[in-house]
């Protein structure tokens, strides 16, 4: 009879889908690389970053513009987990998908309202964070190539589609202004921010733990990032050589006729097709990266890894401890480095002891109810 159970448990077992017995691992490569993003968003929000160039002293820039992408492009690698993985989930499953990434997205959107009402001087990203949940939903059924090409479609109309709405953005009445805002006018541009969510889409389509996949995340993603910057370069040579370009907000309120340098460039926060191509393929490369030292190095990555684990509850505190400590802006970066080392240490010790944050417990718990069964 013992055997007998076996043997019908076995069967049971492998007639169920892949997606369905997941191993219940959380991927280790995919927290550091999100720890990383919400560190360098500190460094971005704390520190004067100033200009990147060769000197070493200038490096600090490269977490201006480049964190939050990383930052945004995770949500496309988890948006995809959430939704089965590398085989998409259907029918009832793909509805409960559904259900508990809008749930989160509300979540993140209201927690991003109470922080923006703290009035600090920090871009808070989480309402276009949860606007990008939803826009991410009409492609959770899509396979890696086609979201690529969509990605590359976003990256290359986003920009122009994003200056035509700004250009009239201040004929607008209040409602039309917030929604103008989070799509096309604000610091995180959703239509053109699209792109990265749609780069880890697809990069959450794949098998993440094979290593030809995390070899081409880091070719493929170094690749774009040369393409891009290096576009970048070349359009600012050519078309507006010397000039600290402000890119596409450059033509905002213009009634004029656009100039092609309003395009050029790829600076942090631009949103121009190079900046997109370019900081888009510096993250899927550090997520490459990630993969391979979390798996070589998981005590070492330990402590990085848990603040991506507590991501949104380590955002959240920081941006109310500015408020509270009446922190400022600084090219002063001993405060990011206590603030680093005070997430490190607290997260750590949060994870070891509890498990989830108490913002990821929140939103795990809510989206599931709510998805049922």
Do not use: K
């Not at 309202?113 to 059924?141: D, H, K, N, Q, S």
């Not at 030292?293 to 991501?311: K, Q």
């Amino acid at each position: 009879m013992t055997a007998q159970r076996d043997d019908v448990e076995a069967a049971r077992a492998s007639a169920v889908p892949a997606r369905e017995t997941p191993s219940g691992r959380r991927i280790g490569g995919l927290d550091v690389a999100r720890g990383l993003a919400v560190l360098g968003m500190f460094g971005a929000h704390l520190g004067s970053t100033g200009e990147l160039g060769w000197d070493p002293v200038t490096w600090r820039a490269l977490v201006d513009g480049r964190s939050s992408i990383l930052f945004a492009t995770l949500a496309g690698v988890s948006i995809a987990l959430l939704s089965g993985g590398r085989a998409p989930a259907t029918g009832d499953e793909l509805a409960r998908a559904r259900t508990r990434i809008l749930v989160r997205g509300a979540w993140v959107f209201a927690i991003g309202g109470v922080l923006e009402l703290l009035g600090t001087f920090v871009a808070i990203i989480l309402g276009v964070y949860a606007v990008l949940f939803v826009l991410a939903l009409p492609f959770l059924r899509w396979r890696p190539a086609r979201l690529l090409l969509a990605a590359g479609a976003v990256a290359l109309l986003g920009p122009p589609l994003t200056l035509a709405v700004g250009q009239y953005a201040t004929e607008l009445d209040e409602a039309g202004n917030a929604f103008a805002f989070l799509f096309f006018t604000g610091y995180y541009p959703a239509a053109v921010w699209l792109a990265f969510v749609l780069v880890g889409l697809a990069v959450g389509r794949l098998d993440l733990r094979a290593a030809r996949v995390r070899v081409g995340l880091v070719a493929g993603g170094a690749a774009a990032a040369v393409l891009g910057y290096l576009g970048g370069w070349l359009s600012t040579r050519q078309l507006a050589p010397g000039q600290d370009l402000n890119g596409i907000e450059s033509g905002f309120g213009s009634d004029g006729a656009w100039e092609p340098a309003w395009f050029a460039g790829a600076q942090p926060h631009t949103a121009t097709p190079f900046e997109v191509i370019g900081s888009g393929g510096v993250a899927v490369a550090v997520i490459g990266v990630c993969l391979v030292v979390a798996d070589l190095l998981p005590r070492v990555t330990y402590p990085l890894a848990s603040v991506g684990a507590l991501a949104l509850s380590v955002y959240t505190v920081q941006i109310v401890a500015i408020r509270v400590l009446q922190v400022a802006s600084s090219a002063d970066w001993g405060l990011w480095v206590r603030f680093t080392v005070t997430a490190l240490v607290l997260a750590s010790v949060w994870r070891w002891r509890l498990g989830r944050g108490p913002l990821e417990r929140l939103l795990t718990w809510s989206s599931r109810r709510a998805a049922g069964p």
